[in-house]
């Protein structure tokens, strides 16, 4: 399988939003600050962000094959799944702590930069990246316009380079418009991993030691600016270049290394990068119900060991939830090729 590693990297990027937002659970139900979700500074509490750089990899892959029907399908592929998430958030959050959403809950079942709402999954903000970023690059699965792709990103990224500078676009996070949306800082990692995906296909092979040496540079650089970094949204085009090219650049070394390393565990390993998106969503709700009912029904103070069962209920049911979505991709998959 192409880009297996690619898969591999959406695990481990899973990984750390989960241990970093049971770190947050553990310290909003329980005040908890001293556990083994303590270790990794606040610093990294961006994690999220990566993933763009894999989605801007992957969709510039789907546009170079001529990928019929683009938005339609990408559409469907982050939508059914999202909105069976906000149907048990809703369910979970009535039986809970009996509250239902106010009429908010369509724009942020929206996914787009409709204005400040309240979002049910907590987490889905990097879908209304996301969505935008299909709307945006959708042209470009046209025959016509696929070979001008590489060009427009360039464009695009001075656009955001210029937003930034001139006219102070600075609220990254912020994404009540679509101004703020597109000019975000964000979008460089979408830019940069597109971008890396037409350079590896450029270039020829890469020394495994190079790569390597590629993949230890970018994380000793990463660890070395981030590790006294105070807690606060990343908005300064000063950290979001050097990382989203950090990134970009991790997504070069790995792929190159396929031609050395295409061991069947790894491969197999891979396969459950499908589940990444799934478990994405629903981790946080079973987080807040898990800790809610061990702090307030059973009377529990939070520690390690309970942080480790609240994981535990994450993996089984995000499993199901994985399932699912797998299930809706391949019910919309089959009938749209």
Not at 10 to 19: A, C, D, E, K, T
Not at 291 to 311: C, E, K, Q
Request: hydrophobic fraction near 55%; aromatic fraction near 18%.
């Amino acid at each position: 399988m192409r880009y297996y590693s690619i898969q591999i990297l959406r695990i481990v990027f899973m990984s750390m939003v989960l241990y970093l937002h049971v770190r947050a659970y553990l310290f909003i139900y329980g005040g908890q600050t001293d556990t083994v979700f303590n270790l990794v500074p606040d610093a990294f509490m961006a994690v999220a962000l990566p993933f763009f750089s894999i989605s801007g990899f992957i969709m510039a892959f789907l546009i170079d094959i001529g990928y019929r029907n683009f938005l339609v399908r990408r559409l469907l592929r982050v939508y059914p799944t999202y909105w069976c998430g906000v149907a048990i958030s809703v369910i979970v959050g009535y039986l809970m702590w009996g509250k239902l959403p106010g009429k908010e809950l369509f724009a942020a079942a929206s996914l787009l930069p409709v204005g400040p709402a309240d979002l049910p999954l907590r987490v889905e903000w990097t879908l209304i990246y996301e969505i935008v970023y299909y709307i945006v690059i959708t042209p470009f699965a046209s025959p016509r316009l696929r070979r001008y792709f590489p060009a427009f990103l360039v464009v695009w990224g001075l656009a955001v380079i210029v937003a930034y500078l001139a006219f102070g676009l600075r609220e990254g996070y912020v994404f009540n418009t679509w101004r703020t949306v597109l000019f975000a800082g964000y979008n460089l990692y979408f830019i940069t991993g597109a971008l890396v995906y037409y350079l590896q296909k450029r270039t020829g092979p890469l020394h495994p030691a190079l790569a390597v040496g590629i993949l230890v540079a970018c994380s000793v650089f990463t660890v070395a600016w981030g590790w006294n970094r105070p807690l606060g949204v990343i908005k300064s085009l000063s950290e979001i270049g050097p990382w989203s090219l950090c990134t970009a650049a991790t997504l070069f070394a790995v792929v190159k290394l396929e031609d050395y390393v295409r061991h069947p565990f790894l491969i197999a390993v891979s396969n459950f990068g499908d589940y990444a998106y799934a478990y994405y969503l629903i981790h946080a709700v079973i987080l807040s119900a898990v800790f809610s009912i061990m702090v307030y029904t059973l009377g529990w103070p939070l520690d390690n060991a309970r942080a480790f069962l609240a994981l535990g209920v994450v993996a089984v049911g995000g499993w199901f939830f994985a399932r699912l979505d797998l299930g809706l991709h391949n019910f919309f998959k089959s009938r749209l090729r």
